[in-house]
Structure formats: C-alpha cells, structure tokens
C-alpha cells in the first residue's frame, strides 16, 4: 500500500514539472500547479481504493485455485470424486482404534470442499477421544446406550453400607449421557439446560452382573431408574463379582445407594454436550451381607447405631470362630436376650445376652445393657425378638464383638411402624 502511494507522488511531480516547464508566465504556472495539485489529492484516494478492492479480487482467485491445506490429508485427483460421508464416533467400537498409519491415510477418499473435509477430521477426533477416554479408565468397554433389561424380581436386597458416604466411582457415563439426562428429568422434573448444574445426593441404584459382556465377563452395570448409566470400574466389578453375584443367584435385586451430577456444555464445536458423575456407596464386598442366616424365630432388626463392646467372648470361642473372617472382620445377625443375674447380695439384676444362631457369644456389662433393655422388653410383648448387626474380628484363638444397633432413644419413628426383616440369601442359591 505504501509503494501505491510514493507511486502517485512521483506521478504527480513529473506532471507538474511537464507543465511548469512550459513559457507561459509565473501566473499561468502556479495556476497549473495548483490544478495538478488538487487532480493528485483527488485522484490518490480514487486509486487508493481500486488498489484495495484489486488486491481482494485477487487473493480469492489465488486462494480458490490454491491445493487444499495437507492439515486434513486431502488428496486431488482427476476422477470422479467419492466423498465419504462424515463418520459419527461409535458409542461402543467394536475393537479399539490404532492410530493411523502413513498408509492408511493415503487411502482415504479424497473430499470436495474443506467443509467436508473439517467435518471427517472433526468426527475422527471425536473417535479417537472416545477410545483414550476409556484407555484411561479402567472400565470394560460400554455397550451401545440402551434401556436396561426388565428385571427378573423386583425384590430389592439393600447392601450393607447403602447409607454411608458415596466414594465408589462409576465409570462409562460419557457414552450414556442421554440416559442420564433422562434420569435427571425423572427426579427433578425438568430437563438439563446450559451450564446450569445439578445434583442429586441420593437416589436408589441396582448392580447388575453382565455375563453377556464380550469385553469383561464379570462386568457389573449400574442402573438408576430402569436406565443404564456405567459401569463399576474393571477392578471394582472383579473384587465386587462373587458378592453381587449371590444375591442375585438368591432371586433379589442388588440395591445401594448413590449419588448423581449433571450439567450440560459447549464443546469444542460448539455442540451442546452432556457431562455427568455417579458415584455408590459401597462396603468393602465382603461387608455387604451378613456371613450367617436371619433368626429363624419372629423378630425385628434395629437399626444400625455406634458399637457397643461385649465382654465374656474368650469364653465362648466355638460359637464365634465359625463367624470369623481371617485377617479382617465380618458382619453377622444376632439376638439380644435379657437375663437375670444375682449380685453377692441377692439383689436380681437384668443385663444383656449377645447370641449368634442361638449360641451365647458374650454379654453387655450393666452399665451398656439399660441402653437396650427397653426396646427388648417391648419387643417381647409383642412376641418378637430383638435381632441386632453384630461386627465380629478375631482369629479361633481370639475374638472380638460388638453390636451395631441403636440404643433405644435413637430408635426411629418408622422403625415401630412394623417388624424390619431382611431376606435370607439362602432362599434360591441352594
């Protein structure tokens, strides 16, 4: 644009020495400069712009006839052109991707228009993110987004720790967005909008084992409100597996409880996408069920509560050790019975028996026992035992126990509605 300028400039001076050159007086001179003068200052501007608008016209042309940029791997040719249609990334590859070699790429149908071309390279880093997603995840491969099959009992067995802190985190949700959004809808009533986020702390979530998984036979999906949202991760399902596995063997449904996140945004094409988080709460799997059988007498469980030691267990050693898991400890269902005891001084004192399976493993002292001697005596009117959750730990030589149960001001208002029961696990599974 400068060299247009001093290009005008030098025009303009030549033409105005030609003319002042001419003998025809210092008035007729100075008339013609100024003529020229004010031409140049017109016409600088004029040229200026014819300048702009041919410089514009020209760069189209050069970058219309131009070969397409090698970014995209476009190849020209003079036959006919086959425009291989825009690839969507797969939800579930059937194998996963390698990169692409030299020779891969050269095989490629080449692409009319770089609009084509940029939507393939789009649709291939898509794919591509798709398979390092679940590389870094150690989750089996997810299935293509479906409905979960229809159960085959709609009697719900609730784990052992459904109600403490949801830190198992499941993983696949990016290829089940729509399900989720869908279960967002359910309970909230609304669908999701743009960067607006929502939680849902506590929503009831099944376990399924998933024999049929061709990536992971011990896969174990999560559903939440019939849909499937993920998977447990492959080292999870693999610990989880045998536990899951019979209660389901036992006809009931799995159940914990979990804890779902949504929001939706705007990806790097400006596509609205879905992002979301679930996340169980899960015992250690040897902790979801208890290691014996309900009480085969009429009785009603109190709730779980703070443990309260028992004494008197090195004397009952051969009731206990069956109950005991090596080198950790174990969850098992028990009976508190009252019993009257004598002191030196002939006063009747009543304190608490433990039992496991009808066999006494030990007994609270006085001072713990008067915490559940109401809700003991209150069930016997009723005809009903007080069966409590009972942690054991120990070896055969050795043992610990302690009763998990509510004492009786902590005791619920729904829990004197009815008996609370739970299944036995030995139903189906025999």
Do not use: C
């Not at 979530?205 to 409100?225: D, G, K, Q």
């Not at 250690?284 to 290691?291: A, I, K, Q, R, T």
């Not at 069956?322 to 030196?344: D, F, W």
Request: net charge positive; hydrophobic share 40%.
């Amino acid at each position: 644009m400068v060299g247009i300028h001093v290009a005008a400039l030098i025009v303009f001076v030549i033409l105005v020495g030609v003319d002042t050159s001419q003998p025809s007086g210092a008035p007729g001179r100075f008339a013609a400069a100024a003529g020229w003068f004010l031409a140049g200052i017109l016409l600088a501007p004029l040229i200026t712009v014819g300048a702009i608008i041919w410089s514009t016209t020209l760069r189209r042309r050069i970058r219309k006839n131009a070969p397409p940029s090698r970014a995209h791997d476009i190849v020209q040719t003079d036959q006919p052109v086959h425009v291989a249609p825009p690839r969507v990334a797969p939800t579930r590859p059937e194998e996963p991707l390698a990169p692409r070699s030299d020779a891969d790429r050269s095989d490629r149908s080449s692409y009319s228009t770089r609009a084509e071309a940029r939507a393939a390279a789009a649709a291939e880093k898509a794919e591509v993110d798709d398979v390092v997603g679940r590389a870094a995840h150690h989750a089996p491969p997810p299935s293509p987004p479906r409905k979960a099959p229809p159960t085959p009992s709609d009697r719900p067995y609730m784990l052992l720790g459904s109600d403490k802190y949801k830190s198992t985190e499941v993983e696949g949700e990016f290829a089940r967005t729509s399900e989720i959004a869908a279960v967002v809808k359910t309970f909230t009533g609304r669908s999701l909008r743009l960067d607006h986020e929502v939680e849902i702390p506590d929503v009831p979530a099944i376990l399924r084992t998933e024999p049929e998984n061709r990536y992971h036979r011990r896969a174990i999906m999560v559903v939440i409100e019939g849909s499937h949202v993920g998977y447990l991760a492959r080292d999870d399902a693999d610990r989880y597996h045998a536990a899951i596995s019979r209660v389901e063997r036992a006809g009931y449904v799995p159940t914990t409880r979990a804890r779902l996140w949504a929001v939706q945004r705007r990806g790097w094409d400006e596509a609205k996408k879905v992002h979301a988080r679930v996340s169980l709460a899960l015992n250690e799997p040897h902790l979801l069920h208890p290691v014996n059988e309900p009480p085969t007498v009429a009785y009603s469980l109190l709730p779980w509560g703070n443990a309260v030691q028992v004494t008197g267990e090195e004397n009952h050693l051969d009731a206990i050790s069956p109950h005991v898991n090596p080198g950790s400890e174990s969850i098992a269902i028990g009976t508190l019975h009252r019993v009257e005891m004598k002191s030196a001084r002939g006063l009747v004192k009543h304190t608490v028996e433990v039992r496991i399976d009808g066999r006494a493993v030990g007994s609270l002292t006085a001072t713990t026992s008067p915490h559940f001697l109401p809700t003991i005596e209150h069930l016997e009117r009723d005809g009903l035992t007080a069966a409590t959750w009972v942690k054991v730990k120990g070896s055969a030589i050795a043992a610990q126990v302690a009763v998990q149960a509510a004492r009786a001001p902590e005791l619920p208002p729904k829990w004197f509605a009815g008996p609370t029961t739970i299944p036995s696990l030995s139903e189906l599974s025999q």
